[in-house]
């Protein structure tokens, strides 16, 4: 897994995991998984600059820190359609620390979605990710929630 989070100045996590999963409920209309694993993950978070409480000087330059550890991972993922033309998916992920600066992170994400013509829908996603020890200055949670309409050009095949 690559990611960045401009928001947290993570310029780079990459992460190697690897793990089983279990489906606990199969049907036509839901799924709901688990999953256990371990993995090892890096963060590099950039340099960046705060206002300064006490001045002078104006700014305070935050310096790049690099964080690598070991972690397990726990996580379960549930989607279901609600009805004919909805559905709703939903995931979270946990990864307590192994090694490294002592902590845990997570990511939880969500989607209801909604066809209100062949063409058209709409959409709600919700988006968590959440570091418990970040570099001195960054926040640790990242919230995102957002909402869309949906056009679909062309025909189904």
Do not use: C, M
């Amino acid at each position: 897994d690559f990611n960045s989070n401009a928001l947290q100045h993570l310029d780079l996590q990459n992460v190697v995991d690897g793990g089983f999963g279990r489906h606990v409920i199969k049907t036509k209309n839901t799924q709901f998984d688990v999953s256990a694993g371990a993995g090892y993950n890096q963060e590099f978070f950039g340099s960046f600059s705060v206002t300064n409480p006490t001045p002078p000087p104006p700014t305070i330059i935050i310096a790049a820190v690099t964080q690598k550890n070991a972690e397990a991972t726990v996580g379960e993922e549930f989607d279901t359609k609600l009805g004919s033309r909805s559905t709703f998916s939903e995931t979270f992920n946990y990864y307590p620390n192994f090694t490294g600066p002592s902590g845990y992170r997570y990511t939880f994400n969500t989607v209801l979605s909604t066809a209100i013509s062949k063409w058209f829908g709409w959409q709600f996603n919700l988006a968590d990710n959440f570091l418990s020890n970040p570099p001195d200055g960054i926040k640790k949670n990242d919230l995102l929630i957002s909402t869309g309409l949906r056009l679909t050009f062309g025909g189904t095949k």
